[in-house]
């Protein structure tokens, strides 16, 4: 079986990634599609700020889960004991 060069309506890897060169360096968009909706452009805009700002938003996510579960042990009695210091105990802390 002859081996397929680049040609034009190529299909595979090259073709895909080829296309997808070609259609983020144009500029204007197709003639046949229509204007993005305001929901749409809305939503690509949510995305993009989401992949800009994704390590800033697992930051303050780690530390939220960190604090809520911090807080959670910290509201039972049994753990609280440890923090707390208890009336009529031995003074190790001072």
Do not use: C, H, Q
């Not at 990634?17 to 197709?30: A, G, Q």
């Not at 992949?51 to 911090?70: D, G, M, N, P, S």
């Amino acid at each position: 079986m002859a081996k397929r060069t680049g040609a034009p309506g190529m299909i595979g890897f090259d073709g895909v990634r080829r296309r997808r060169e070609e259609s983020s360096s144009s500029s204007s968009p197709s003639s046949f599609s229509a204007p993005s909706s305001f929901l749409t452009r809305g939503v690509n805009s949510v995305f993009t700020f989401v992949r800009f700002a994704e390590f800033e938003i697992l930051f303050v996510l780690f530390f939220l889960v960190a604090f809520l579960i911090f807080k959670d042990l910290t509201s039972r009695p049994e753990y609280n004991d440890i923090l707390v210091k208890k009336p009529g105990g031995s003074d190790w802390g001072s």
